[in-house]
């Protein structure tokens, strides 16, 4: 398993702002995730972040909204670029770990744009 | 693209029933994931299934991954109020990445 913390818990930021949540894994993982939570929803995948190259995105999201950094085997940071109000959502990053890529959600970051 | 698909949406239980939901894929997968997530919480890994026909039980908890592969359960024996939370399945297609269904929100009255 994996202990995985996020900051911040939480922010209030203003439109047309950025904010970047940071990512800290207590043991190196070869994977790590980003998502996006509606209250009451499911998961969305944001981006797959990968140690030392470009993350990989998923359909509908991109690198100019969403840049995210992973410059080692513990830390990733992922900013919300230009925020608008429907970007307010909790924001989750995990680390995969095993051969299939358990997953180990961090506490997530609620974001709120106004 | 691949699409998971959960039932029911909700289910509220006297403490004691059984409860169970159900994961369906409109794809063969190579594995499944369970996760729970309390209200206020972030999800929780609960068990990855692989092969065809697989069974593992969790104390109370029983998971079975489908012989085709496309479909997965979860049951619990004699719930608790503990148990309350939504309960997720995530399926993978070959190497892609795992793609979350929409959840089963349970809630447990004493």
């Known amino acids: 398993s994996a202990v995985i913390s996020q900051k911040p818990s939480r922010d209030i930021c203003q439109r047309g702002t950025s904010l970047t949540i940071q990512c800290q894994v207590d043991?190196?993982?070869?994977?790590m995730f980003w998502y996006r939570q509606q209250p009451g929803q499911s998961l969305t995948l944001i981006a797959t972040a990968n140690q030392g190259s470009e993350a990989t995105y998923e359909s509908g999201f991109v690198i100019d909204k969403f840049p995210i950094s992973r410059p080692n085997l513990t830390f990733s940071t992922l900013t919300v670029s230009n925020m608008s109000p429907e970007d307010s959502s909790i924001y989750l990053c995990?680390?995969?770990?095993?051969?299939?890529?358990?997953?180990?959600f961090g506490p997530g970051t609620r974001l709120t744009v106004t | 693209g691949q699409q998971v698909m959960q039932i029911p949406q909700y289910q509220h239980v006297q403490e004691g029933e059984d409860f169970t939901t159900y994961c369906n894929s409109s794809?063969?997968?190579?594995?499944i994931q369970w996760y729970k997530q309390r209200p206020g919480g972030h999800p929780v890994f609960l068990i990855q299934l692989v092969k065809s026909g697989e069974v593992k039980k969790q104390k109370r908890l029983t998971f079975q991954f489908g012989e085709a592969k496309k479909n997965s359960s979860l049951h619990i024996t004699a719930t608790q109020t503990t148990d309350v939370g939504t309960y997720f399945c995530?399926?993978?297609?070959?190497?892609?990445?795992?793609?979350f269904g929409p959840g089963t929100r349970l809630s447990v009255l004493p």
């Open positions: 995530a399926g993978r297609q070959g190497g892609q990445n795992f793609v």
């Open positions: 043991s190196q993982v070869t994977m």
């Open positions: 794809t063969t997968l190579s594995n």
């Open positions: 995990s680390a995969g770990t095993g051969g299939g890529y358990e997953q180990y």
